[in-house]
């Protein structure tokens, strides 16, 4: 069935599974210290524009915010987040698992705002018992976030303005960053994120991988012992390989920038469709995910045709959906929605 | 370089490598939910002889150790391992992250005897202060150990005859599961394991697999909310086929136990090589792992042709060495050996 | 210094101390196994009219609250609690620290409502995606609340009637309970109390001992090898005659009511003399903390001579303070205070 | 009935309890923020002959162990102890709780020794594996130990050399620290304990106190925000000054070392009575706990008229029981047991 359920219905890109074929039977080195981890590290940090930012790859995005969180904090600290963060909702309380509240604020279409973040953290050290409150030790924010918005890059200054003060890393969830540098509607450059955050996550499991997620910390700020932190919390692979061989193959000739542009054409193309047959949104994003409001009826018929994601219950009669293009999506799907809307 | 470093040195088994290919665009659910997943579970049910079997996937050994050790002990109890098993000492205390006790036990070849932990269980509840104690909630074995060395079926059976008399599940890792069973010196079968043990798991990552651990719950014990669980832990692929389609593989026309008797037919011969040579064992194991002993000029030399890995010092100038054989050794490798030996 | 900072100013009653006196050489045994706990544990079931229920005692509010919760909450669960909620805000992350989110909800008074509850309830269990997120376990109220005021009988049974529909217990943290119960403004006896929640404690330290909450289990809903989680916590104490002839004390002879009602006549003073004075009351709780708008000049002057403590600041030159009266409060402290408002 | 059973079997030393009642009313700062704390922390620094000292009051001797080792350790590190000592055996997991292993090494008499410690590092840093291992982060050890022995001042030297010789801070449990020093049988006095460990505790509860032991640090290497990581554990008493009044009174006029005095006095008496009546040592020690084997039928016999405790079982027919002493210990009480024996 053509769906737009999410952003991971499809295997990887086919040039990142070539890849792994050609190298499948080299022999190498476990644990990440292999020449094509080495090598995807290298085409990172250039196209970061960061030449000493350190490079770690992690398998899965929730895994990959509670090893960066965890690591990051004090004992003494949580990590501010919006409210609709991905942290705050979608993880099944990873964080709070791994010891760290989730000091969770208000939020205009899923984006923290720096005066917000100011008003809170001043109101924490003002407030004379703070000693026994939580201490905000880290801020995190996604781009895209939940909804698909995009911060500015005068957002995103704003916001480490306010971290730079308070002494606390700004990082930045890039589950679907690919799609948000490839927006017609934004600003920011992967340079500019390895500007103003202190460490972000390229996502590779959304974007065209199969798996995998690159962090990068950009201040020399990468937490001491830190293979030994990602083995005790279960997540080193055996064969690093894996990631190190993907993540090579998408920084090549901007393969991820090119599937990303790609999917961002679909998008547009998209919601071209869902206007065309006056259909509401209930947010028009500027990145990969729609969200539309159908009535039951409409969405029990369409469920027989194509594939999309509930959102949530509007009201009685109505819900929201959400429908997703990728790397993957083709005009074909596109075609068949119009023809079945 | 030609390597007998370890069992995770190559990709996948090219017949996992190509489904992965073949499946690649189909537009699947997330999270496990995929036909793959399905299907594989369905195979390794079969291949159990064990039709309630749970089957669940996880993407590593560690992983797969922690998650399924802290979901199913209680918040009053640890688990009993031998003072060698890997959960002891080389997952860098990944269960006690987990908030819970190894309790390491004296071995013998790496294994766990049934005397010895019904005498500790004994004195355990024989001790009027055990309420102040880490109670004994489970037990792990590897099988094969992390010395190559295998259970026999009595063995087993008087493991699980302990584990039953103190409600202990009987836990078995089986990182290296396939090379165990396809041994020519066992009497054990992926069946005896079904029926002894509580829960075990299946290892891809070391048998032919890019990734990935298939855990089977014999007796409907699976715990509830286990997916949860997982995602808590940060270790739920967006991805799910990536396990799915490769199980699914492994365990299509007995791939999984074919590539794991050619691995053992390298292990023989590797043997016959190393005795040829008038190599001292150090442990010759009845499974893909050898440990031999070597002077350390020997050592520095043979580096530069082959690899292989360090196990521990012997004395001021000698060392144990490892060699092993996987799927992906060829005759030509171990020709190879024989000639820089 | 007269001293409204707090209700833990004080030492304990003169006649806990007392029988801490008195029993002093008496060999007993340790960790809670002495005649007094058992006495104790005896005259607190009788005074909440539940002869079932499990009475344990822990040593302050903060250990109690992380003790119960995390011993009660399941692996997927998280306490659901208004954002004022003392174990949202002011107790460093202990609930996060054992693992678990606490889930927090719009509060009005510093009280959780009914219909707040159901609707989050309701609407997790409508999501789709409820498996990937923390589910509602148990339901955190605190009575008085962090703002002294008091739930009435029907809006606690319109909370439990919730709890019991979606399975959740209901616990409600007593630290100041004697002063709630004491109340001339409250329909809620402790009857009521032990009848309506799953698990409550009755505040020690806060109300006339040195140190000591009594939690009381309605259900017999105490989790097992509870005496193994106390101590795996730090918690348990050697010498738990402590605890246990302190709330013998407590509640023999009514004790713990008297001095509760002598801290509530208190209070209606105070509440007279801050009235009397003009001053601006922020909050005029019906229980034993009044929090008052005073300028920041007036607040200057007045720490020279009384204690009371820091709230909130109000605005630029206003800031909201807190008087608490308590066991101890005396009506000379009261004369004071007026003679220098 | 007269109780050899344990160090924790009558309430606080008449002095420490006098000091609580002529406290009792004065109205005081909570959370150690008062005067009696502040003397009390001044007394113990002169005590120590240690002036840079940071001395901080918790309540119990698991909570205080679980808590310096928790916020001493890294992430990547674990805590080496004697697989004999209380942190391994009878704290009920509480270390593994927080997070951390303890790694056990073969003791002699309960005792660490430099040797044994020694070759444990070496072989740690010596393992090419070891950044997949628990890295030995502090050093453990109790003086008395679980069996009464001490230290001698040139062992404790030694095992100091090794801790800083590879960066493990040197903590030292000193539950029943005043018997050890005021045993007749040891060369080490308390400024010994401040001058080579890095963090030790005076304890409280087995000597004099109704609760509470006075934790030192004494390189200036407190945690940062302790007072934070305190509350978080749920460990931070609202009324401190339980903790600051009695160790100010024990530090007053050498009260701690004349009551421990006593108590190595009775100890004296108890072994000579033994003796006397022919009794076999399991463990003759030279504090305040002996060790003796009896029959299974005098066991029975004799807890008619006294108590003791069980150690272990010896044989099908013997049992190792343990007799102790304490401050509260009188002649009268020796006496009795010399009759009964």
Redesign the interface.
Known sequence: ???F??D?????H?QV?KR??E?????????GEDLYCARAKEKIRAACGCPQAQVEFL?????????VIS?LL???Q?VVAAKTGHVS?????????A????L?LPQAGGKLCADTLREFVQ?FY????H?????PGMVYISHPTEFGTLYTKAELEALAKVCREYDMPLFLDGARLGYGLMSGETDVTLEDIARTCDVFYIGG??VGA??GEAVVFTRNNR???F???I?????????G??LGVQFDALFTDSLYFELSRHAMEMAQELRAVLHEKGIEFYLESPTNQQFVILDDAKVEELKKQV?FS?W??CDAHHTVVRFCTSW?TTREDLEFLRAVL
Chains 1, 2, 3, 4 share one sequence.
Not at 23 to 31: F, I, K, M, S, V
Not at 59 to 67: A, H, L, S
Not at 231 to 239: D, E, H, I
């Open positions: 069935m053509i769906s359920a999410s991971y219905i499809a295997g990887a086919p599974l792994l074929m190298t499948n039977l080299e022999p190498l080195p476990g644990y398998t899965g995005g929730t895994q990959t915010n509670q090893i690591t004090g004992d003494h949580g909702t979608h993880e099944a309380g990873a964080i709070e698992h010891g760290h509240k989730v969770e109101s003002g407030d004379e018992n000693e026994h409150m939580v201490f499991t959304k199969l798996c937490p001491a012992h293979v030994n932190a083995k005790k919390r279960g997540a080193l692979l055996a064969k390989r894996l594939s509930f949530e219950k993957s």
